[in-house]
């Protein structure tokens, strides 16, 4: 039986278009693989502390016997999130972009995962791994837009998911997803259908590219 691992870091569960665009991912992977198995961890009901990196960090630097509490959980923690991308046969992340960078909520459990050595700097245990990123942006920020270059959240990602860790990885990616929230951008409403629309036939050819590789593996 194949698994899909899904992490979603929308802090607003009840109107997230990322997770939106993650549930059309999904249900192209679930139609198919129907026997498929489905992880998942939601960082905003169950957020990482913000110092359970320092604490793996540091739980490095002493001898086993000698760590506290903390450091123990710690790294069992890292080691729990670093299972479930291994053991799983394709990833799905929906990540949205907040204040201009990385969703806090990601870059923590990103940061607390790296430290397992199977997959931080020196790991290979995830690479070749079918992965689609599925990332909003409230406004625009492509080349031409006032705010050009304020996007500093989805190259990030791009690095750390597909050239640090090796992922096999897809993006897709809205923008816009503010208009018809913020009157300001109001103008801009076909232009936000056009890209939804889009947006949303990436997300479901990704969720079945997704599918392609562990349906050859199993």
């Known amino acids: 039986m194949s698994t899909l691992f899904r992490l979603d870091a929308s802090i607003l569960p009840g109107t997230s278009a990322s ?5 059309l991912v999904e249900a192209e992977w679930t139609g198919a ?10 960082l905003a009901a169950d957020p990482v502390p913000a110092t359970a ?13 000698d760590r506290t509490e903390a450091q123990v959980e710690a790294q069992a923690l890292a080691t729990a999130f670093a299972d479930e ?13 907040y204040n201009y960078g990385v969703s806090q909520h990601f ?3 990103f940061d607390l995962a790296y430290t397992d050595p199977r997959i931080d700097p020196t790991g290979t245990a995830l690479r070749g791994k079918p992965a689609t990123l599925v990332t909003v942006l409230g406004g625009n920020y492509n080349p031409g837009s006032p705010k050009e270059g304020w996007n500093h959240s989805t190259e990030w990602l791009r690095r750390v998911l597909g ?12 923008a816009f997803t503010l208009v018809g929230v913020n009157p300001a951008l109001d103008s801009f409403t076909d232009v936000a259908n056009e ?6 036939q990436a997300a479901r050819e990704a969720g ?3 599918a392609a590789p562990a349906a050859r593996a199993a």
């Open 33 to 42: 693989r129907p026997e498929s198995a489905i992880v998942r961890r939601d």
């Open 163 to 174: 050239d640090v860790w090796g992922l096999d990885l897809r993006v897709v990616e809205r």
């Open 208 to 210: 079945r590219e997704l």
């Open 53 to 65: 990196w320092q604490n793996a960090v540091t739980g490095g630097f002493v001898a086993e016997g």
């Open 107 to 109: 870059k923590t459990w």
């Open 195 to 200: 890209l939804k629309d889009a947006a949303e």
């Open 19 to 23: 997770r939106a665009l993650g549930d």
């Open 85 to 97: 991308l291994i053991d799983a046969d394709a990833l799905l992340f929906t990540v949205p972009l």
